[in-house]
């Protein structure tokens, strides 16, 4: 029943997360990507502080904040930089599709980095799902935004981001708790982030803000940071990490969704088919070894 939970709660994150791209691709026309990032962390941040305090969850121990804190800058400070540039060139659809190479490049990394290994079913599956964002982000090029590449290679970089953070948290939050690290790693990149966007004026653009543009920023601060990665370190807590990361496929399709309602962007078949065949490839790459795992246990 957790390891059901778990997964249930990783999809709902990652549905809300495509909903943020949305919500992030409306704002990046009134705000830059530093302001947004700074009112979607820095608000996710204060709603999960005394969700944390409240549920008496371990905090990273003093050795660890050092860690915790360079994490958190490159998750939560320059993940969203990446993200929200990369809106202002692509569409929420292709964006999202672009992010749903995380899974993929943490099977890479972690097999570079001896913390998986890559066998031919997975190889297999990284060329199966690389096909399929080929597909969704090549084909039809006329229909796409003037410089759409940029956002999408931009995006992968942002999908990079999360990946490694990903990978080398696993052994702080072992020593702590995923919600608790959360909330501290956040703190040090919306910290980050609201000192740059001073810095550099992106605040700005807020004094001419109207009841849309809040309710987005409070949206993306409410669903988009504070319940998503709440939901994200739970199902952490209940499943393996690469069960959590294929939900991130679910990403195109609520940004699709969010993409056609609120900014008229065109839904095409090349979109469909590239989350076929992302979701198919990944699969393919993360349903391996459970033969190998059962032969190990027997043995």
């Given at each position: ?11 709902l ?56 804190i ?49 066998t ?6 990284v ?18 935004p ?7 290679l ?21 020593r ?50 504070a319940?998503?990665f ?27 969704l ?39 246990v027997?043995?």
């Amino acid at each position: 029943m957790g390891e059901i939970l778990g997964v249930f709660a990783a999809v709902l994150s990652s549905a809300l997360g495509g909903t943020s791209i949305g919500a992030t691709r409306y704002l990046v026309g009134n705000i830059d990507p530093l302001a947004i990032g700074s009112f979607r962390f820095g608000i996710g941040f204060v709603l999960l502080l005394p969700l944390t305090l409240l549920r008496g969850d371990r905090w990273p121990e003093r050795g660890d904040w050092a860690a915790a804190i360079g994490l958190g800058i490159l998750f939560f400070a320059l993940f969203p930089i990446l993200f929200n540039a990369s809106l202002i060139f692509t569409t929420a659809a292709r964006g999202a599709l672009a992010l749903s190479t995380l899974p993929l490049l943490s099977l890479v990394i972690g097999a570079v980095l001896g913390a998986e290994a890559l066998t031919w079913r997975k190889s297999i599956g990284v060329v199966t799902a690389t096909f399929g964002v080929a597909l969704a982000l090549l084909s039809d090029l006329a229909s796409a935004p003037s410089g759409a590449w940029r956002g999408d290679l931009l995006m992968m970089a942002a999908a990079l981001c999360m990946a490694l953070y990903g990978i080398w948290s696993k052994p702080l939050i072992r020593r702590s708790s995923p919600i608790a690290f959360t909330t501290m790693s956040m703190a040090a990149g919306a910290a980050c982030l609201i000192l740059l966007s001073h810095v550099r004026g992106s605040f700005a653009p807020v004094a001419s803000f109207g009841m849309p543009q809040w309710l987005g920023a409070l949206y993306l601060g409410a669903f988009g940071a504070a319940l998503t990665f709440y939901l994200w370190a739970f199902a952490l807590e209940r499943t393996t990490p690469t069960r959590v990361a294929i939900s991130v496929t679910v990403n195109p399709i609520t940004a699709s969704l969010v993409g056609a309602w609120l900014l008229n962007e065109p839904l095409r078949w090349n979109l469909a088919a590239g989350i076929v065949a992302v979701f198919a490839g990944i699969w393919i790459a993360t349903t391996t070894g459970r033969r190998v795992e059962a032969a190990g246990v027997s043995g």
